[in-house]
């Protein structure tokens, strides 16, 4: 083992990930970043190409910089969330999102130079065809695409409130006794957060920051609107409510499951969906393919992603777990992730198409999640234990849904208050939360702390208006799910063949093209998804009602 270690090799009993997969060390890594970095800024300075050929050539060059960003930037934010003191490299991948972007908006504004006309005489040539997506989404991206002088202004002014804020509450968060304590100085970090976004926002000649994430997400602020009044009108999570709090007494508690006891459990899950699939899951979690890690040292930052790009083998990194049937869910979540990415990897070979809207890639992760907890579910070996997994199944599923509604709608509501000048204190903020969650859940706006959860919601502060990813994720996880069992012969090979395709085409386009979901049926999304929910509230409620105490 000391060989192994000054080897730089993981211990056999640890899962780890192999940095090495990525570069042989930190050292090749700096000065092959160094020489990227520098040609990365040339492509952003190049003029915009006025020939198929020539166009040809530079979109393979910025394929190659797009790889070559995500592979450095895939070890730099591992060795960085490896050690939370390490702020070489947190700076080196903070750096390459920066040079990510740039060459991005290049690629924005030769689509707006080029304009629809020019676009699609040049992607008639077989040589540029497959490259039409990446120039009309460039150019529905230039339409909001900052002036230079106005990408300066936001780096220089805007940019440092952000980062000082988000450093603020990181601190905030290590040394607060609670949340309530503390109250204030969330408050205050919240409005500077919303301020400078929605500035921001204007700027891109948006209503507000809302209107400027949905755009950036392809989603319109007229389908969050019409999403959110969809779930604002079910009942589906009230009639889940008044099951689960008549849930028997004594109820169960599951023993914490080891990292070697939960991987079974995961591949078990994912055999509804087929061998090509569950292989994909055993490979990943495959203590030998060093492409797990579970990171438990006190340096580790405690959280969970998964990594993975055209040409860079997916992996996991798990800093939080701790062997509950919710870290266990939290690992299939990010191993979804995982399989996800290393399927586009294998099968995409255009770099930019492993790239697309969060709330497609997050839809995949809550499938495996319900995957999982319906497995357990399934296999329990008793009524008391069936009645926990499908209980744990529903808590999931609605939380996604109404949950993620409800986070949805006050973070639009905050930025909305911000800019209006209504929302200053912690008591506005209070009122506000209690009066939005008030339309979903009455009860529970109702409930001892309900009102600072504006302030307990980490994403509002870490990743603004993320949130709404999740709502549409979890109806779009339900729909699959829901197609699943209806039809198990061909829905796995569909699926499959979407998270191979990546993202070529504009999310509602995908989904119909390869699973037959109608995006734009918002209100049928959440009927659909209420529906599921409600079959099974049912089966809680017959299980509860024919139970008695196990010994």
């Keep these: 083992m000391a060989a192994a270690l000054l080897l730089g090799a993981a211990p056999p009993e640890r899962y780890q990930i192999d940095l090495s997969r990525y570069f042989s060390n930190s050292v090749i890594e700096t000065q092959s970043r160094a020489k990227l970095a520098s040609e990365a800024e040339a492509f952003a300075a190049s003029p915009t190409p006025t020939t198929v050929?020539?166009?040809?050539?530079?979109?393979?060059?910025?394929?190659?910089?797009?790889?070559g960003l995500e592979r450095h930037d895939i070890y730099v934010y591992l060795r960085a969330e490896e050690d939370d003191r390490d702020r070489l490299d947190a700076n080196a991948d903070d750096h390459l999102g920066e040079l990510e972007g740039r060459i991005n908006d290049r690629v924005a504004r030769?689509?707006?130079?080029?304009?629809?006309?020019?676009?699609?005489?040049?992607t008639r040539s077989s040589s540029l065809q497959p490259y039409r997506y990446l120039l009309d989404a460039g150019l529905y991206r230039s339409a909001h695409q900052l002036s230079a002088a106005d990408a300066r202004t936001v780096t220089t002014v805007a940019t440092p409130v952000l980062d000082a804020a988000a450093a603020s509450y990181k601190a905030l968060r290590k040394s607060s006794q609670s949340v309530a304590s503390d109250q204030a100085a969330y408050a205050a970090l919240l409005v500077s957060i919303a301020a400078a976004r929605n500035g921001i926002a204007r700027l891109r000649r948006f209503t507000g920051a809302p209107e400027a994430a949905y755009?950036?997400?392809?989603?319109?602020?007229?389908?969050?609107?019409?999403?959110?009044?969809?779930?604002?009108?079910?009942?589906?999570?009230?009639?889940?409510?008044?099951?689960?709090?008549?849930?028997?007494?004594?109820?169960?508690?599951?023993?914490?499951?080891?990292?070697?006891?939960?991987?079974?459990?995961?591949?078990?899950?994912?055999?509804?969906?087929?061998?090509?699939?569950?292989?994909?899951?055993?490979?990943l979690l495959d203590r030998r393919s060093r492409r797990l890690d579970i990171c438990d040292a006190p340096v580790c930052d405690r959280?969970?992603?998964?990594?993975?790009?055209?040409?860079?083998?997916?992996?996991?990194?798990?800093?939080?777990?701790?062997?509950?049937?919710?870290?266990?869910?939290?690992?299939?979540?990010?191993?979804?992730?995982?399989?996800?990415?290393?399927?586009?990897?294998?099968?995409?070979?255009?770099?930019?198409?492993?790239?697309?809207?969060?709330?497609?890639?997050?839809?995949?992760?809550?499938?495996?999640?319900?995957?999982?907890?319906?497995?357990?579910?399934?296999?329990?070996?008793?009524s008391t234990q069936r009645a926990f997994y499908l209980d744990d199944f529903l808590n999931d599923a609605t939380f996604q849904v109404f949950g993620s509604a409800e986070e949805t709608d006050l973070e639009s509501a905050i930025y909305r208050g911000v800019a209006a000048g209504t929302l200053r204190t912690a008591a506005d903020f209070d009122a506000l939360t209690t009066k939005v969650f008030t339309a979903y859940d009455p009860a529970g706006a109702q409930a001892p702390d309900a009102a600072l959860y504006w302030a307990r919601n980490r994403l509002?502060?870490?990743?603004?208006?993320?949130?709404?990813?999740?709502?549409?994720?979890?109806?779009?996880?339900?729909?699959?799910?829901?197609?699943?069992?209806?039809?198990?012969?061909?829905?796995?090979?569909?699926?499959?063949?979407?998270?191979?395709?990546?993202?070529?085409?504009?999310?509602?386009?995908?989904?119909?093209?390869?699973?037959?979901?109608?995006?734009?049926?918002?209100?049928?999304?959440?009927?659909?998804?209420?529906?599921?929910?409600d079959t099974r509230t049912r089966r809680l409620s017959k299980i509860y009602s024919e139970q008695t105490p196990e010994k």
Aim: charge should be negative.
């Design 53 to 67: 050929s020539a166009m040809r050539q530079w979109l393979a060059e910025y394929d190659k910089l797009l790889r």
């Design 460 to 533: 509002f502060f870490t990743d603004p208006l993320y949130d709404v990813n999740y709502m549409y994720a979890g109806l779009l996880a339900l729909q699959y799910f829901a197609d699943l069992q209806s039809d198990p012969g061909s829905f796995p090979q569909r699926y499959v063949a979407l998270l191979k395709n990546g993202f070529n085409d504009a999310p509602a386009a995908l989904e119909k093209r390869f699973l037959g979901i109608d995006f734009s049926n918002e209100a049928g999304l959440v009927a659909n998804g209420a529906a599921l929910i």
């Design 110 to 122: 030769a689509a707006k130079e080029l304009g629809p006309t020019r676009i699609a005489s040049f």
């Design 215 to 283: 755009f950036d997400r392809f989603i319109s602020a007229a389908s969050v609107e019409r999403t959110l009044d969809a779930i604002r009108k079910s009942n589906a999570y009230a009639r889940y409510q008044s099951v689960a709090a008549h849930a028997p007494q004594p109820g169960y508690s599951p023993p914490p499951f080891s990292v070697t006891a939960a991987i079974p459990l995961i591949l078990a899950a994912e055999q509804p969906m087929g061998a090509e699939y569950a292989a994909a899951y055993a490979a």
């Design 303 to 382: 959280t969970g992603f998964s990594v993975g790009f055209a040409g860079a083998e997916s992996a996991v990194y798990f800093g939080s777990y701790n062997g509950s049937v919710n870290s266990v869910r939290a690992l299939a979540h990010e191993s979804g992730h995982a399989v996800h990415r290393q399927f586009m990897s294998l099968n995409q070979p255009i770099a930019a198409y492993n790239a697309g809207p969060a709330f497609m890639f997050e839809s995949f992760a809550i499938f495996n999640e319900l995957l999982f907890l319906d497995h357990l579910y399934r296999t329990a070996p008793n």
